[in-house]
C-alpha cells in the first residue's frame, strides 16, 4: 500500500506517472476486495484511502489533459 499522497505532490508528477500510480492503486483495491471476501482483511481504513487516492489522481489527471487542449 502506497502513502497517501496530497494534491500538490501529484501535480508534479507527469501524466504517465499518475497514470502508472493509479493503476497500481486499482490493483491494490482489487487485493483489498479479495482479501475482505475471504475473511483475511485487518485494515479496512485502506479501502477509503486507496478510494480517495484514485478520486485525487482522477482530478490531477483532468486538470493536465484540459490543461493541455
Keep these: 500500500m ?6 500538490t505532490q501529484l501535480r508534479d508528477k ?3 506517472e499518475l497514470r502508472e500510480e ?4 486499482q490493483r ?7 482479501q475482505k471476501a475471504t475473511g483475511q482483511l485487518a ?4 479501502f477509503n484511502e486507496s478510494r480517495k487516492q484514485i478520486a485525487r489522481i ?6 493536465k489533459e484540459e490543461g493541455g487542449k
Design 2 to 7: 502506497t502513502k497517501v499522497t496530497k494534491a
Design 14 to 16: 507527469s501524466v504517465d
Design 22 to 25: 493509479k493503476l497500481q492503486l
Design 28 to 34: 491494490g483495491l482489487f487485493n483489498l476486495r479479495m
Design 43 to 46: 485494515k479496512s481504513h485502506q
Design 58 to 63: 482522477n482530478t490531477v489527471l483532468g486538470e
